[in-house]
C-alpha cells in the first residue's frame, strides 16, 4: 500500500515559538492532504484539508493564522504551528489522497507528538 | 452534517471468540463510504474494512465483517476469532461520495482489550 510519513515524530518545544511538521506521500502523488488533530483517548478531529498549489480549507473553529498548511509540491504538506502554547499540545496526524473523490483511499501517516513547554 | 456515533467506549473480548463494534450514523445523502479503522498503541491509522453505501452486500475482510443496515443507519464491525493483536482503539468512520466533500468524519472510538 501506499505510504505516507511524518516529520518528526515527536518534538518539545517552548512557549512563544513556532514548529513545523512535514507530510510526505512516498511512492505517490497525493493532489490532497488533510491534518487531524488528536488529544489523549479522543477521537481525529479534522483541521483542515490542503489541495496541491491552493489555499488550505480549514475547518470551522480552527485558527488559520494559527496553524498554517502549505501544500507545495504534489508529495509534501507542511503544518507550521505558529507562537505555540502548551494548549497547543497534542498528536497531530496527516493523510493523503491521490483524489478529493471519495472513492480514493486515504492514508494516514504514524503521527507526530508535539509537546509545548 | 453527518455525525457517526459509537455508544461503547470499551469492549472486552476473550482471545478466539467473537466480539462486535457498533456504530451508527446520521446523514441525508444516499451516497457515501463508510469505514473501520484501528488505531493500535502506536497511533498509527490502519485501515480494517470499508463499505460502499450503494452496496447491499455487507463487505468482509478475512476475520472482520461489518453488518450493514442502510435504512437503520447502522454499520457494526464483527471480530471473529479475535487476536492479542486486536486489541486497539477502533474507529468508525463516515465520508461523503458526492461533490468534494472527501473528508472523513470519525466516531469518538471503542477501545477493544483482548484477553487471554
Known amino acids: 500500500g501506499a505510504v505516507v510519513s511524518q516529520h518528526p515524530s515527536w518534538v518539545i518545544c517552548k512557549s512563544g515559538t513556532s514548529v513545523k511538521i512535514e507530510c510526505r506521500s512516498l511512492?505517490?502523488?497525493?493532489?490532497?492532504m488533510f491534518w487531524y488533530r488528536q488529544f489523549p483517548k479522543q477521537s481525529l478531529m479534522l483541521m483542515a484539508t490542503?489541495?496541491?498549489?491552493?489555499?488550505?480549507?480549514?475547518e470551522q473553529g480552527v485558527e488559520k493564522d494559527k496553524f498554517l498548511i502549505n501544500h507545495a509540491s504534489l508529495t509534501l504538506s507542511t503544518l507550521t504551528v505558529t507562537s505555540a502554547h502548551p494548549e497547543d499540545s497534542s498528536f497531530y496526524i496527516c493523510?493523503?489522497?491521490?483524489?478529493?473523490?471519495?472513492?480514493?483511499?486515504?492514508?494516514f501517516g504514524p503521527g507526530t507528538r508535539l509537546t509545548v513547554t | 452534517a453527518q455525525t457517526v456515533t459509537q455508544s461503547q467506549p470499551e469492549m472486552s473480548v476473550q482471545e478466539a471468540e467473537t466480539v462486535t463494534l457498533s456504530c451508527t450514523y446520521d446523514?441525508?445523502?444516499?451516497?457515501?463510504?463508510l469505514f473501520w479503522y484501528k488505531q493500535p498503541p502506536s497511533r498509527q491509522m490502519i485501515l480494517v474494512i470499508r463499505?460502499?453505501?450503494?452496496?447491499?452486500q455487507n463487505a468482509t475482510e478475512n476475520r472482520f465483517s461489518v453488518n450493514f443496515q442502510k435504512a437503520a443507519k447502522s454499520f457494526s464491525l464483527k471480530i471473529s476469532d479475535s487476536q492479542l493483536g486486536d486489541a486497539a482503539m477502533y474507529f468508525c468512520a463516515y465520508r461523503s461520495a458526492s461533490g468534494t466533500a472527501s473528508k472523513l468524519t470519525f466516531g469518538t472510538g471503542t477501545r477493544l482489550q483482548v484477553t487471554l
Open positions: 446523514t441525508s445523502e444516499s451516497d457515501y463510504y
Open positions: 493523510s493523503a489522497t491521490l483524489s478529493r473523490a471519495a472513492s480514493y483511499e486515504q492514508y
Open positions: 463499505q460502499e453505501a450503494y452496496k447491499q
Open positions: 511512492d505517490f502523488q497525493a493532489t490532497t
Open positions: 490542503s489541495n496541491e498549489g491552493s489555499k488550505a480549507t480549514y
